[in-house]
C-alpha cells in the first residue's frame, strides 16, 4: 500500500470515527426527549453499524499482518 493510500484511508478512519461520534449524540438526544421516531432511531442505529463495520475493514488494512 502506498503511502498516499494509507493517508487516504486514516483521513477516512477519522471522519467515520466522528460521524460515529456525532450519531451516538444523535441517539441518546432522541431517545432521552422522547420525541424521537422509533423508526428514524433504528435507521440512525443501523448507520451506526455499517460505519462501525466500515471502521472495523479500515482498521485491519492499515495494521500490518504478523506471522508468529
Excluded at 487516504?8 to 420525541?35: C, F, K, P, W
Amino acid at each position: 500500500m502506498s503511502e498516499e493510500d494509507e493517508e487516504a484511508l486514516r483521513a477516512e478512519l477519522v471522519a467515520l470515527r466522528q460521524e460515529h461520534r456525532d450519531l451516538d449524540g444523535a441517539i441518546a438526544a432522541l431517545e432521552t426527549s422522547g420525541s424521537g421516531d422509533n423508526l428514524q432511531i433504528k435507521r440512525l442505529k443501523k448507520r451506526k453499524l455499517v460505519l462501525k463495520d466500515r471502521i472495523s475493514h479500515i482498521e485491519d488494512r492499515l495494521t500490518p499482518d504478523i506471522i508468529a
